[in-house]
T-cell receptor
Framework: QKEVEQNSGPLSVPEGAIASLNCTYSDRGSQSFFWYRQYSGKSPELIMF????GDKEDGRFTAQLNKASQYVSLLIRDSQPSDSATYLCAVNPGNQFYFGTGTSLTVIP | DAGITQSPRHKVTETGTPVTLRCHQT?????MYWYRQDPGHGLRLIHY???????DKGEVSDGYSVSRSKTEDFLLTLESATSSQTSVYFC?????????????FGPGTRLTVL
């Protein structure tokens, strides 16, 4: 069983819609969760991190964490073509980061 | 890229040759990491360093060695490159390994082993 699971996609949404990306993790002791965006041929860049159950909002991005169900999600409101990228979920159970394989998002103009 | 550079950015080499990748940071962060990224596997940790001359293995360390003689430089060496080491290699840094600390990535090195 992988530490972090993501639907690889591709996920396609029309411009202006809400994109919803999901991630589940296996280590119930995990306490910190990160979302990275990776454009094709580029390196991962941090979008958000979340530590507590509930929602955390930053501009058009909202991270949601549910530790009881062991999932974390990322919502992108008013999706733009520039949001087209692969989104990586990372989980830190305390000793190192574990990354999912990423979900590919395409925003259609 | 948070003051992180990697060199070379692209390299093509032949099986059996030694290869060294360099990561240089200007952030004075204590921790440095080497990851490889392959389709279907995501980012996997190769080695990491928690200070000058202090290193430890990650989950995919076989066939790789590292060295850190200065805070700002972390070298990854493939002693005898194999085709299975064809990958994109990313260096990352963090201030600490505390549960809430964040890792920032360099631009990556694309390595092809023929």
């Amino acid at each position: 069983q992988k530490e972090v699971e993501q639907n690889s996609g591709p996920l396609s949404v029309p411009e202006g819609a809400i994109a919803s990306l999901n991630c589940t993790y296996s280590d119930r002791g995990s306490q910190s969760f990160f979302w990275y965006r990776q454009y094709s041929g580029k390196s991962p860049e941090l979008i958000m991190f979340i530590y507590s159950n509930g929602d955390k909002e930053d501009g058009r991005f909202t991270a949601q964490l549910n530790k009881a169900s062991q999932y974390v999600s990322l919502l992108i409101r008013d999706s733009q073509p520039s949001d087209s990228a692969t989104y990586l979920c990372a989980v830190n159970p305390g000793n190192q980061f574990y990354f999912g394989t990423g979900t590919s998002l395409t925003v259609i103009p | 890229d948070a003051g992180i550079t990697q060199s070379p950015r692209h390299k093509v080499t032949e099986t059996g040759t030694p290869v060294t990748l360099r990561c240089h940071q200007t952030e004075n962060h204590r921790y440095m990491y080497w990851y490889r990224q392959d389709p279907g596997h995501g980012l996997r940790l190769i080695h990491y360093s928690y200070g000058v001359k202090d290193t430890d293995k990650g989950e995919v360390s076989d066939g790789y060695s590292v060295s850190r003689s200065k805070t700002e430089d972390f070298l990854l060496t493939l002693e005898s490159a194999t085709s299975s080491q064809t990958s994109v290699y990313f260096c990352a840094i963090s201030e600490s390994r505390q549960i809430r600390d964040t890792q920032y990535f360099g631009p990556g090195t694309r390595l092809t082993v023929l």
